[in-house]
């Protein structure tokens, strides 16, 4: 029975291959969702070795930052991109524990993100949590606090209002966009408290900075970022 079962499994991988998340060529045995190649090579920033980086360079003189990080650099057309449309687009929600378990192994060596208390990620509008079953950087974030020994915090802080389309506003008037939309539920839970504010993908940084303004109103707040990829 089990000869027979193994047959078709591998019969039915012949037709099926699992493909690599990334560079979708086959998976082979003991490999998950990412290949030997991928897992190795694909574009780290190591940010988390580098204070003043691009990401955080983007919050200067607009919220204060402990530390800031994004696994990787996000390029059109790449294999972050493949990956990332598998996790938001395709319902792999796997994807997300995996990213944050790796972003996790390498930030916790770093004693600012490693003091984390709470993990939280930005939140999606209801009706788009809906429509996609899953809120993706909640998934990152389930990844990471097993590695920083932090408690994910899903429902403190709340997205208002649903944002209108953003493609055509400029940067200032995406932030104005943004502003008012974020509140945090239960902000005495988090006073004196390290949050580590997670997202998908960081470009303009604008959802980032709304949600961090509305945290750092909290009596001894501090404030850190990490995301899965940077796109310039
Ligand atoms: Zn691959």
Redesign the pocket.
Known sequence: MNLQRSYLTDFVSLLFPEL?V????SLVVNEHL??T??RYNLPYTNFHLQADNIVARQFWGKINLEAAFALFYFTKGG?IQNMMHEFKYNGMQQIGNLLGSIAGDQIKKNEIFNSADYIIPVPLHKKRLRERGYNQSACFATGLAEKLNAIVEKDNLVRIKSTQTQTHKSRFARFENMQEVFLVSNPEKLINKHVLLVDDVITTGSTLEACGAELLKIDGLRLSIATIAYAE
């Open positions: 690599c990334a560079c979708r060529e990412l290949c190649g991928c294999k």
